[in-house]
């Protein structure tokens, strides 16, 4: 079992869908990464979170460190969300970047 | 450009051969990452430098792989003797103090 779950892997939404990608994880944590790569691109940081909620335009990013979980949440999608998003964890007692990652999920937004 | 800087962006070399990927990351950052993401998986974690010392290079897969930084801000990492299975993108990040991390474009290594 990985230490870093996603779901679902893959994700077609109709455009303005609002979307939820959900990331597990097994370990404990001192952050949670979220992350997005669109094909043949490189990565950009979304959200860094340790605790509550945080939110970027249509982004949303919830963490309950209890029951290690975190949502990223997109509203009234767009194709140019179509990208990968990856779930990244930085446990505990480690720096920042050594970061155990998630598969990603693969969203696909047709207008 | 004031984003990290990855070269080069695309290398086809012959099983056996020596490469060197090079990162150029964001003036000030003293963390640098390296990172290795083979086809339809995500990444894992390579090494990471704080300043001119690897303070840990646990994601090394074994002795052919190795990394640089001389000088506290370019990096490279260098394979020995490449092999099929390393064919992969080699993502470079750099980080703030507060844990925020810079993205390079990745090199995309392919052994043939």
């Known amino acids: 079992k990985n230490e870093v779950e996603q779901s679902p892997q893959n994700l077609t939404a109709q455009e303005g869908e609002f979307i939820t990608i959900n990331c597990s994880y097994s370990?404990?944590?001192?952050?949670l990464h979220w992350l997005q790569q669109h094909p043949g691109g490189g990565i950009v940081s979304l959200f860094m979170?340790?605790?509550g909620k945080k939110k970027h335009g249509r982004l949303i990013a919830t963490i309950n460190i209890q029951e290690k979980h975190s949502s990223l949440h997109i509203t009234a999608s767009h194709p140019r969300d179509s990208a990968v998003y990856i779930c990244?964890?930085?446990?505990?007692?480690?720096?920042?970047?050594?970061?155990?990652f998630g598969q990603g999920t693969i969203l696909t937004v047709h207008p | 450009g004031a984003g990290v800087s990855q070269t080069p962006s695309n290398k086809v070399t012959e099983k056996g051969k020596y490469v060197e990927l090079r990162c150029d990351p964001i003036?000030?950052?003293?963390?640098l990452y390296w990172y290795r993401q083979s086809l339809g998986q995500g990444p894992e974690f390579l090494i990471y430098?704080?300043?001119?010392?690897?303070?840990?290079d646990s994601g090394l897969p074994n002795d052919r792989f190795f990394a640089v930084r001389p000088e506290g801000s370019v990096s490279t990492l260098k394979i020995q003797r490449t092999e099929r299975g390393d064919s992969a993108v080699y993502l470079c990040?750099?980080?703030?103090?507060?844990?925020?991390?810079?993205f390079g474009e990745g090199s995309r290594l392919t052994v043939l």
């Open positions: 990040a750099s980080s703030t103090p507060t844990g925020e991390l810079f």
């Open positions: 370990v404990g944590i001192s952050a």
């Open positions: 979170l340790s605790s």
């Open positions: 990244a964890v930085c446990p505990g007692g480690t720096s920042y970047g050594k970061l155990t």
């Open positions: 003036s000030g950052h003293t963390a």
């Open positions: 430098f704080q300043g001119t010392g690897a303070a840990d």
